[in-house]
């Protein structure tokens, strides 16, 4: 195995494993058979003793590797530091880290981090997992007792960069890392993209839609609910009750594409019958925003793996499932607070070839 991939959410898993191209795959169960592996710990609202403890188990399933990548959230949701912590701890490692991705408007300014222009503390992110503060060393300190430093603190165990505003930043940063001849370090999916840019990573096939396409959110981000008002020019939008239900069956066997934004709690009950909605229709592909409700879903459908595709764009992973009803059909999916509010109907053309 050319890279470990550990993320603590199944979007975050995909989203950064697919920037590694052919040769990838995310793992959700069985045996890993790919160059570059993505794992999740399913760990961003455990307790961070819990947290260490998922982390230590993929250390111990997979001990071969050439590199290690930690993904983090790019808002630090999540017990960032404990999990950084540990995987230091077991390989006696020390870590470059950073959460900047400038595409997706995640930059650090002398160790704050701001979301789109925002100190992170006032943004909708801080109050999902309460964060008080917008400093990167603070939030690390929060669940480690590691030493945690800027780059140039060469006594930290977690080394993060003071300022990542741009993209020419983070090669810069790779560009560090690698001379230090570091193969483990962590970050969001912005850093991923450096490390597989240097490791000369053949991007991945094509992934298209060739019939209808069935869109799915159980995430209350602000910017899902955007982007799914911004889709409903051309895609209907159902809710998940009987009605949504029975309408997006009857346009998906039409061969017309539907879409589907629900409150996931209350989903959950009745997830049965979203399944078997999917699997009765058989859409062309899958489109799923937010890590939980792709999770529920694709456990639902016994899925074993994704086999990693092209990228549509930035924050946008794309791939094939691998085992259960559905194998082989076409899934892409985004975290809920990726893109831009077009994003989900410029995903719809380019899987569709539409121009």
Not at 158 to 173: G, K, M, P, V
Request: proline share 4%.
């Amino acid at each position: 195995m050319r890279v470990l991939i550990i993320a603590d959410d199944l979007t975050g898993a995909l989203d950064t494993t697919c920037r590694f191209g052919k040769g990838s795959a995310v793992l959700l169960s069985g045996e890993a058979d790919a160059d570059f592996v993505g794992v999740t710990t399913d760990s961003r609202l455990l307790r961070p003793e819990e947290a260490r403890s998922r982390v230590r188990e993929i250390l111990n399933l997979f001990p071969s590797w050439q590199y290690l990548y930690k993904k983090v959230d790019s808002t630090m949701r999540g017990n960032v530091g404990a999990e950084l912590g540990e995987i230091c701890e077991f390989l006696n490692a020390e870590m470059p880290f950073t959460p900047a991705y400038p595409e997706q408007g995640r930059i650090v300014i002398d160790g704050t981090l701001y979301v789109r222009g925002k100190l992170l503390e006032e943004t909708s992110y801080a109050k999902e997992l309460p964060i008080t503060s917008s400093n990167i060393l603070e939030i690390l300190r929060s669940t480690t007792n590691l030493r945690v430093g800027y780059w140039e603190d060469r006594d930290a165990m977690i080394r993060t960069f003071r300022n990542i505003r741009e993209r020419r930043d983070l090669s810069e940063a790779m560009e560090t890392i690698i001379d230090e001849g570091l193969r483990v370090m962590g970050g969001s999916a912005g850093l991923a993209i450096e490390l597989s840019e240097f490791l000369g990573c053949e991007r991945g096939d094509e992934v298209r839609a060739h019939g209808p396409v069935l869109f799915l959110s159980g995430s209350g981000n602000e910017v899902t609910r955007e982007q799914f008002s911004v889709l409903a020019r051309e895609v209907p939008v159902f809710g998940y009750d009987e009605e949504g239900i029975r309408s997006s069956r009857r346009r998906l066997l039409e061969g017309a594409d539907a879409a589907m934004l629900f409150d996931l709690g209350k989903a959950l009950k009745g997830i049965r019958e979203l399944v078997d909605l999917i699997i009765d229709s058989r859409p062309s592909a899958l489109v799923v925003v937010g890590g939980e409700t792709l999770r529920a879903v694709l456990r639902q459908l016994e899925v074993s793996a994704i086999r990693m595709g092209s990228y549509p764009e930035d924050g946008v992973a794309a791939g094939w499932i691998v085992g259960g009803p559905l194998d082989g059909t076409p899934l892409i999916s985004k975290a809920g607070g990726f893109g831009d509010p077009e994003t989900l109907l410029r995903v719809l053309r380019i899987i569709k070839e539409l121009g």
